[in-house]
DNA sequence: TCTGTATATAGCTGTCTGGCAATATAATGA
DNA sequence: TCATTATATTGCCAGACAGCTATATACAGA
């Protein structure tokens, strides 16, 4: 749960050109023209899209023949999740049991806060 | 699941500050002082971030005599574990699965791909 | 009304980003 | 070796962004 990997990731994912690439590439992988070819965009522009990606862990890139087919990495979207489960007990919670939660020790560190509260259980043990 | 509210939020979180302002809005409201207090980083440095928060609807704010406490609204959060959700096909399919999956029709459409896959049940059903 | 406190806005700067066209590199196949 | 195809890199530009200082606004209390 490093910072600069979260920064990494949520930039990329906040450029939809990016995001449609990753929607893409779930469904298989693709070389970079098969992914240039559904935008109205040139490949250079592609190809930095992609060199984001990579830099953010996101994607992952091999070679077959001239061609460098892109495949999906799922650990920084595991991150991501990881880091916004953080955030359920939020609205997990129950209406009455919202203040309460408001009131105790939630996530607090910046950047990582209370890994511990994740599961449907949501148990309110922790640290600090 | 608007693309605009996706890129508003992603790039939000993008920033540690801001994802430490959130951390510390988990554990309740706070003044805009309260949340400078902790950083070393000027008050309009501080109020721009929340300006960033604000507009990506991941807080919001109320007015209490001259201060303007900010609440952590988790629409946007939710919204993000939504999306995150579409692709945890891929890492909870089981090993000997994974292909299969990779070869199925994924998450596919530019930024609302298959809302039908999220239950840990995983079942193949979809549309298109 | 005046003072102080809380917050927002304006203006500046350097850096990052996303797009493009043009060009370079890498691997294939003849 | 040469031509072709696939991809990467470079250089350019306009706009966004994060930080700062200085200043403006809003409200409270005397």
């Not at 077959?64 to 650990?75: D, H, I, M, N, V």
């Not at 916004?84 to 609205?91: A, D, E, H, P």
Request: glycine share 4%.
């Amino acid at each position: 749960m490093n910072s600069d990997e979260l920064n990494r990731a949520f930039a990329a994912l906040a450029d939809p050109t990016r995001r449609a690439i990753l929607a893409r590439l779930a469904s298989g992988e693709a070389t970079v023209n098969q992914l240039v070819e559904p935008f109205d965009m040139t490949q250079p522009s592609i190809s930095k899209h992609l060199k984001v990606l990579e830099q953010a862990g996101l994607i992952s890139r091999g070679r077959a023949a001239q061609t460098r087919p892109c495949r999906l990495e799922p650990a920084p979207l595991q991150e991501i999740a990881q880091w916004v489960g953080m955030y359920t007990t939020l609205w997990e919670a129950s209406f009455d049991r919202l203040d309460a939660f408001l009131q105790a020790p939630q996530p607090d560190q910046p950047d990582q806060p209370n890994p511990a509260a994740r599961a449907p259980g949501h148990h309110h043990d922790q640290q600090q």
